[in-house]
C-alpha cells in the first residue's frame, strides 16, 4: 500500500520597487538657425582698365533671400518654432515712377505718360498666319517699296532713251500785219518745218538703250532679292514668337505648378509631417523656376517686338 502525502509550501516573490522618473525639464531655451541665398557676380568682359594700367574686374556680392528658424521651449508643456521668411524689398512706388519717366522718355514721348504692364496678349491673325504676315510685309516695308519704285525710275529712263530714236519735228506758223505800207502786202503769213534727226549716232542711242535696258534689269533683281529677304526675316521672327509662346505657356504652368508643391509642403510643415528643409528646397525651386518664367517672358517680348517690326510696323 502506497500513502501520498501533499502539501503546500508557502512560495516567497521578491518585489523591485518603482523607479522613480526624474522630473521634467523646464528650463526655457531657444535656437536660432538660418538659410541664406547670395548672389555673386564677377564682370570679365569688356575689359575694364584702371588709371594706372592694370586690368579690373568688378565684383558684386548681394543677398537675395533669406529664412531665418527660430526654435525653443518655454517648459516642458510648451514650445515653439517660427521662420519667417526674409526677402529684399525690389522697388517703392517712387522708384517705378522713375522708371516709367525714363522708359518714356527713351521712347521719345511725354515723360508724363502714364501706362502699365498688360498680360501676355493671345496669338492674333496675323502671329498665327505666316501667309497673312508676309502679305503684311510685303505691303508695308518701305525698302520694298524704295526697290518697287526704283525699278518703275528705271523703266521710264529707258523709255526716254528710246524716244531719241524719233526725229524733232518742230511747226512755226506766223502772221504779219502791215499798215500804211502800199508796197507791200498787207498780211504776211508764213508756214515752215523743221526736222531734226542724227541717223548717224555711231551706235550711240543703241548702247544707251541696252544699258537702260540693263539697269532694268538689275533693279528688278535687286527688288526681287529684297523681298526674298523680307519673306526669309518675317518666316524667322514668326517661327522665333511661336517658339518663345510656347515655352512661357510651358513656364507658366510649370511656375503654377511648384507653388501649389509649396503650398502642400508648408501645409505638411505645419502639421509636421515635413520637415524645414522640404519647405527650403521647395521655394529654392520655386526661385528658380519663376526665374525662368522671368526668362521666358522677356524672351516673348522681344521675340514680338521683332516680329512687329518684321512686318513694317512702328
Known sequence: MAVLIFGAVPAFAQVTPTPTLPPPDD?????????????????IAPTIVDAGGAVVSPTA??????????????NHLFAFRITPDIARETGSGNSLASQKEQLNDLL???????????????????????????????????????ARLTVQQAELNRRITKT??????????????????????????????????????????KHELAAA????????????????????????????????????????????????????VRNQFEQKTALLKDVLQQKMSLEMVTNQYNQALLSFWTAKADFEKSLGEE
Do not use: M
Not at 61 to 69: D, H, I
Not at 140 to 146: D, V
Open 213 to 264: 535696258s540693263k539697269t532694268i534689269e538689275q533693279s528688278k533683281n535687286s527688288a526681287n532679292e529684297t523681298e526674298a529677304q523680307i519673306l526669309v526675316e518675317v518666316a524667322a521672327k514668326f517661327r522665333k514668337l511661336g517658339e518663345t509662346r510656347a515655352l512661357l505657356h510651358a513656364t507658366t504652368l510649370q511656375r503654377d505648378a511648384e507653388r501649389e508643391k509649396l503650398r502642400v
Open 61 to 74: 556680392f548681394n543677398v537675395t533671400r533669406a529664412y531665418v528658424n527660430v526654435t525653443g521651449q518655454l
Open 108 to 146: 521719345g514721348r511725354d515723360i508724363r505718360t502714364d501706362f502699365s504692364v498688360a498680360e501676355v496678349p493671345e496669338a492674333t491673325t496675323i502671329e498665327a498666319s505666316l501667309d497673312a504676315a508676309q502679305a503684311q510685309a510685303l505691303s508695308a516695308r518701305p525698302e520694298l517699296a524704295e
Open 164 to 205: 531719241q530714236y524719233i526725229p524733232d519735228v518742230s511747226l512755226a506758223v506766223t502772221n504779219l500785219s502791215l499798215t500804211n505800207i502800199n508796197l507791200l502786202p498787207s498780211y504776211v503769213a508764213t508756214a515752215g518745218v523743221l526736222v531734226s534727226w542724227d541717223p548717224i549716232d555711231w551706235g550711240r542711242r
Open 27 to 43: 528650463t526655457p531655451n531657444v535656437r536660432v538657425g538660418g538659410l541664406l541665398y547670395a548672389d555673386f557676380t564677377q564682370t
